[in-house]
């Protein structure tokens, strides 16, 4: 059974931080390009950062500096330790494995997301 659990949500103060974590398992987490996403209210989903199998990464411009994101292909699990947390970065933030083999198919796994509260 796959799973992917995110925890590290909660409310913080604005300049706070905070490290989200994705604990993964029932798949192969090592051959699997791993990404977070966010949805606000009455937002679109948004990509925020990304790590390849390689460990090759991106980061959306709005976090881009504020936050690392890394992976453990021993404890099947990835973070993403955010800082200077803004309020526009209240959301819930989703943990997603995806991979596409070279004859283009695509298998893609989401967690149930962990909600982000920026307020003072």
């Known amino acids: 059974q796959v799973q992917l659990v995110e925890s590290g949500g909660g409310l913080v103060q604005p300049g706070g931080s905070l490290r989200l974590s994705c604990a993964t398992s029932g798949f192969m987490f090592s051959i699997y390009d791993m990404r977070w996403y966010r949805q606000s209210p009455g937002k679109q989903r948004e990509l925020v950062a990304l790590?390849?199998?390689?460990?090759?990464?991106d980061y959306a411009d709005s976090v881009k500096v504020r936050s690392t994101i890394s992976r453990d292909n021993v404890k099947n699990t990835v973070l993403l330790p955010m800082n200077s947390l803004k309020p526009e970065d209240t959301a819930v933030y989703y943990c997603?494995?995806?991979?596409?083999?070279?004859?283009?198919?695509?298998?893609?796994?989401w967690g149930q997301g962990t909600q982000v509260t920026v307020s003072s």
């Open positions: 790590i390849t199998t390689k460990g090759i990464t």
């Open positions: 997603n494995a995806d991979r596409t083999t070279a004859w283009g198919a695509a298998t893609s796994y």
